[in-house]
């Protein structure tokens, strides 16, 4: 039995370190050094190696190395084959830190500020407390709960909108297609937190921005697919959204010549609102490894109907 490793060589001399100390009865392979492919019953990747089925036949779990399995065609996999996604401290906490950092942004006013900087203007809008803006996130899954929970100890005033019933203390929870609306209305700063599927394609567009209060905030940090660009530059244009801060876009890198670069009242990062952080990545994949030996579930297992 094995345990392959695909992806950056980093990361993997990392792991393999992990999984020497703590693991050493799993042999840790790194690609494309496969040894006896029958034996490897383990893959972690983002891109897995084409026809996975005949190239690692008695693979048991696919494990992403990210926490979005988007980029994975779940056609192409054997269909036994499960699928987990990355749930991991690091990764977790780094995404608190990001929403963190853009919702305090937007709500002091900071892409207003540095245009009026950039232009020599010197004037105040009114200080307003957190518990005053009302934050709503699209997705309270892994990420988007723990942001939540950051954004209350800073005091905001929270809600959050999932496709089935979710309770939080503290939040405002909303959900399926029927209370969209219900939550949208008193969301002045809007946060997508969802993972990218069929059904979340393109749901950043003008039908919810019209269903937001007038001068709403956006933070996309999820998939730039959620995203339909000029209904965003319409928004910005109509006065409908104020500013939107945006750490995905599609395709990335985004092209230059894309009027998202010099938008004023865009703020862009590329990618990096969080990433998987190999020390706690390694710990979380040997906990999740020693449950499927234990025969208990595997944590962040994937549902291929839904696509998350
Ligand atoms: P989870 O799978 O834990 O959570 C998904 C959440 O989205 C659930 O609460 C789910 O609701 C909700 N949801 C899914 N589909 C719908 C829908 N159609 N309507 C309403 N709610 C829906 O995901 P994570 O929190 O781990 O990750 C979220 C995404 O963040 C990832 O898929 C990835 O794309 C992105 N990401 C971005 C990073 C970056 O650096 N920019 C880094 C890491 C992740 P329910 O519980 O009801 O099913
Ligand atoms: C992820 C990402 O999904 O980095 O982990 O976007």
Redesign the pocket.
């Known amino acids: 039995m094995a345990f392959l490793y695909k992806g950056p060589a980093q990361r993997g001399a990392i792991w393999a370190g992990h999984f020497a100390r703590k693991m050493p009865q799993l042999p840790f392979l790194t690609w494309p050094e496969v040894g006896d492919p029958a034996q490897v019953r383990f893959l972690a990747a983002w891109e897995p190696p084409p026809r996975l089925a005949e190239t690692l036949p008695k693979l048991e779990v696919l494990f992403s190395v ?5 980029q994975f065609d779940f056609s192409a996999l054997p269909p036994e084959l499960a699928v987990v ?1 990355m ?1 991991e401290p690091g ?1 977790t906490a780094c ?1 608190c830190e990001y929403v963190s950092w853009a919702v305090l942004s937007l709500h002091r006013e900071m892409p207003l500020y540095l245009r009026q900087q950039r232009h020599g203007v010197w004037n105040e809008q009114p200080v307003r407390p957190a518990s005053t803006r009302r934050v709503g996130v ?7 709960r723990a942001a939540l929970a950051q954004l209350r100890l800073l005091g905001f005033n929270c809600a959050g ?4 019933r ?1 309770n939080e203390p503290g939040v405002r929870c909303y ?2 297609e029927a209370e969209l609306d219900a939550f949208l209305a008193p969301t002045d700063i809007l946060v997508c ?5 069929p ?2 394609r393109g749901i950043l567009g003008r039908r919810v921005f019209d269903a937001l209060p007038e001068g709403a905030s956006l933070v996309n ?3 730039g697919g959620h995203l339909v660009q000029p209904d965003l530059l319409a928004a910005l244009e109509s006065g409908r959204l104020t500013a939107a801060i945006l ?2 876009c599609e395709p990335e890198p985004l092209p230059q010549g894309n009027a998202f670069w010099d938008h004023p009242r865009i703020w862009l990062t590329p ?5 998987t952080q190999a020390e706690t990545a390694a710990e979380a994949l040997m906990d999740n490894l020693r449950r499927h030996e234990a025969g208990l579930p595997l944590e962040g297992v994937v549902d291929r109907s ?1 696509g ?1």
């Open positions: 990210g926490a979005g399995v988007d996604r749930v990764l995404m699209m997705g309270m899954g892994t990420l988007g909108w999932n496709r089935s979710h959900a399926g937190m969802l993972p990218l599927t059904e979340t940090a999820a998939r750490d995905v990618h990096i609102a969080s990433a839904r998350y």
